[in-house]
């Protein structure tokens, strides 16, 4: 029987042993504002003001350019958008830490709300061998602003630094109550929450609280510090007289050895931290020396770090809105810099304490 071959018919297969050779791709010439113009049936003026939030502009045809802008793929400039406005999109970060939560929740935010406006951003990780004048000098050199994480010494120094004709906003430590910093700033009222949590102490029956202190801004153990004062505020107002603060860092083990003396001292049944890497050392020098918590003695932290509920027992905490103060933070760059004036400071960040297991009624 004979049959029509249709594998006859056509161009025919290629011989899969022969090399196939590889078709060059011309790459795609990247879209113009004026491609996108030409797309939306607008002019690239008006393309302009839809790129820079215009408010001016009809919300069918805002909707009708960001379509075209998303199926052209098209996007800004930098750099001619900064010769076109003189803005320069970009910050740079002083900080002496990136590592403890303030400070990575703070960078967090910052860079988040930076990133949505189309801000790049760059850190610089401040050490005590730094010259600071040179390393301000560096950070201005770059253009665009500054923002300064200025939790402590090394940061509030920096700040006192940046000349004053050079945009800048920082997150620092709540300054005394009538005196707001001299540049723009944002920070939480931790003196009043830890105010807060030093009365929850003693409404829990403890007769005093002590504290282990981080470093201040204004010095090692400095009595002016926010947390500081506002623990020592709220003893006062109860008729306490305060005992010696303690503590010489930030970190677990200095916490673990300013608990250590702590729990040598059985009239100790009550410790404010102040943040939660301190108390995660005192914990677990109290573990170590045999007292009980909450049963021998409570414990509360500062900040609420991701990993503070998920200890034994769950550590009491103030939460702090590090990431708020970081979005904060930029935005009173950003006024700076796209309008040209500096804003008046923002509401106070309220903090908020969260009780956990470490915390209860005086027993004894």
Sequence with gaps: ?????????????????TPRTRTRRTPRKAASIRDVAEAADVSYQTVSRVIN???NVKEQTRHRVEAAIEELGFRRNASAYALASGVTRAVTVLTSNTVLHGYAATLQGLEEAARAAGYSVGVRVLTPEDDLNRTVATATAAGGGIVVIGFDRLGAAALDRVPADVPCASAVEAPPPGRAPARPAVWADDREAARSATRHLL????????????????????????????????????GVAPPPPSGEGWDARAGYEAGRELA?????????????DLALGVLRALHHAGRAVPGDVSVIGFDDAPHSGFVTPALTTVRMDFQGLGRAAFQLLRAQLELGYQPPDPALFAPELVPRESSGRRTA
Aim: proline letters at 13%; charged letters at 20%; hydrophobic letters at 30%.
């Design 203 to 238: 409404d829990l029956g403890h007769r005093t609280v002590h504290y282990v202190a981080i470093p201040a801004s204004t010095g090692p153990r400095s009595s002016t510090a926010p947390r500081a004062e506002g623990w020592r505020q709220a003893l006062e107002a109860a």
């Design 264 to 276: 040598r001292d059985p009239g100790v049944t009550a410790i404010l931290c102040g943040n939660d």
């Design 53 to 55: 939030g215009h408010p």
């Design 1 to 17: 029987m004979h049959v029509t071959g249709h594998a006859d018919s056509g161009p025919p297969r290629p011989d899969p042993r």
